[in-house]
């Protein structure tokens, strides 16, 4: 029976991607990023608790998203996220990134194998025995002892 469920290996080094798109429709507080990421994969992917938070720190310290303070609708005071502009750019840039390596993969599983050039092969006898340079140093060692 096949597993549906993405592995973390698979998609390693894209947390940050995930937690901006889920704040690219607006502000929220981290549960509500979980959530977004987990409804987006299907529930087919799960960010690991410290992966999510140690990511979600260090998007604040690059400043690619802002945290603030207020309460929601049921009171409590949270801390809320929201995507900045440097995010944004960074974000568009991630998304590119994205687009040329889903290709280059795709190419390599469903593409056809291309033919390299063969190249010239030159005779030996044409070129210095490759071991010559290595002859004369052991050559010259032996003469000094």
Do not use: C
């Not at 979600?56 to 303070?69: A, P």
């Not at 390299?116 to 002892?145: G, H, R, T, W, Y």
Request: hydrophobic fraction near 30%.
């Amino acid at each position: 029976m096949a597993n549906n469920y993405i592995s973390a290996e698979m998609i390693r080094g894209h947390i940050d991607t995930f937690i901006l798109l889920a704040l690219k429709s607006g502000d929220k507080d981290s549960n509500d990023i979980r959530l977004d990421i987990e409804a987006r994969s299907d529930n087919k992917y799960s960010v690991k608790q410290g992966t999510f938070y140690s990511a979600m720190q260090r998007l604040v310290k690059q400043n690619y998203i802002t945290e603030y303070r207020s309460s929601a609708t049921d009171g409590i005071r949270r801390k809320y996220y929201s995507l900045s502009e440097k995010g944004r750019k960074f974000l568009t840039g991630s998304l590119a990134k994205w687009d040329t390596s889903r290709d280059f993969i795709d190419e390599m599983i469903d593409g056809e194998v291309k033919a390299k050039p063969v190249k010239e092969i030159v005779a030996q006898d044409d070129k210095d025995d490759e071991f010559e340079s290595l002859k004369n140093i052991v050559s010259a060692s032996d003469d000094k002892e």
